[in-house]
């Protein structure tokens, strides 16, 4: 009785492992694969811009109060 079972094992496993993914299931992975590659690309594009956008609008806001308060500096100076 061992030796059946064995044998039927054996025989699951090998079917198991010929029976492969079918080279349209190949396709359909390397599809998603590219997918999910161009969708990271994108969102770290996305996030990057973000960054830098971000970083500028600080600077330029950074800048707009400085020039603000240079200019309140010049006139409370001018009118003493």
């Given amino acids: 009785m061992k030796k059946v079972f064995s044998l039927i094992a054996v025989a ?14 190949k396709a ?20 990057m811009n973000a960054a830098t956008n971000a970083a500028a609008e600080t600077v330029d806001s950074t800048a707009a109060a400085t020039e603000t308060a240079a200019a309140t500096t010049t006139v409370a100076e001018t009118k003493h």
């Fill in 28 to 47: 359909k992975i390397e599809e998603r694969l590219k997918f999910m590659e161009d969708s990271t690309k994108a969102a770290i594009e996305a996030a």
């Fill in 12 to 25: 699951m496993v090998a079917t198991m492992v010929s029976c492969g993914p079918s080279a349209e299931e």
